[in-house]
């Protein structure tokens, strides 16, 4: 699996965008960018994955570059309960991979 | 839908005793993930189930762990004798596998079983 590069945190005021970065330079052509949050004490939650096009659900959106080394994910309007550390990972396109996070980035929303 | 469910979700036990890990997976989905998470290790998995079939356990631990699936709805952790160092977060995630290209749907994740072992 490709290697990921995230910050280590970032801040964000209640009710902006709030836009996360990663970098992924090696990845393969078959891998899939996938995100994931965690907030304190509770388990992971999936949040959106993509492959070459820009995807967007009810929770974010996710931009990845045209060379697919790098991407961010948009949370539009973010709220106190968005508070987490965020993960980017890049895996095989096969159920069965398993995930694992770094470092990730620790997103405060600030109010 | 209720999403992943587990229980318990907390487990207090002393060393030497057996602890059964339950998990509901969300209906429909046919991949079933167990997970264990510490500050040390991280997230690890142990071992994932397709089609209520164990495809992976190459992270199960040692012959102490035990996970089966006899049904689509439902899926078991044990672990026997526990020791102190089992003491973490357990997970258990299910996902559905697509087979249409689109990749992999992300796993979701259940709230977890806090074990503590004395």
């Known amino acids: 699996d490709a290697k990921t590069t995230q910050p280590t945190s970032m801040d964000c005021a209640e009710g902006r965008a709030a836009n996360l970065p990663c970098n992924h330079s090696?990845?393969?052509?078959?891998?899939?960018v996938y995100w994931y949050r965690q907030i304190h004490s509770q388990g992971p939650q999936y949040i959106i994955h993509?492959?070459?096009n820009n995807e967007t659900n009810e929770m974010a959106s996710l931009i990845i570059t045209e060379d697919r080394k790098s991407s961010t994910l948009i949370l539009p309007h973010a709220t106190l309960r968005d508070t987490a550390v965020y993960y980017c990972?890049?895996?095989?396109?096969?159920?069965?991979?398993?995930?694992?996070f770094g470092e990730g980035t620790q997103l405060t929303v600030n109010p | 839908d209720a999403g992943v469910i587990q229980s318990p979700r907390h487990e207090v036990t002393e060393m030497g005793q057996e602890v059964t890990l339950r998990c509901k997976p969300i209906?429909?989905?046919?991949?079933l993930f167990w997970y264990r998470q510490t500050m040390m290790r991280g997230l690890e998995l142990l071992i994932y189930?397709?089609?209520?079939?164990?495809?992976?356990d190459s992270g199960m631990p040692e012959d102490r762990f035990s996970a089966k699936m006899p049904n689509a709805s439902f899926s078991t952790l044990k672990i026997q004798p526990s020791e102190p160092r089992d003491s973490a977060v357990y997970f258990c995630?299910?996902?559905?596998?697509?087979?249409?290209?689109?990749?992999?749907?992300?796993?979701?994740f259940g709230p977890g079983t806090r074990l503590t072992v004395t």
């Open positions: 995630a299910s996902s559905l596998e697509v087979v249409d290209g689109t990749g992999a749907e992300g796993q979701y």
């Open positions: 990972i890049v895996i095989l396109q096969t159920s069965g991979s398993r995930l694992t």
């Open positions: 209906s429909g989905h046919n991949s």
């Open positions: 189930f397709n089609n209520n079939v164990p495809i992976d």
């Open positions: 090696t990845i393969s052509g078959n891998e899939y």
């Open positions: 993509g492959l070459k």
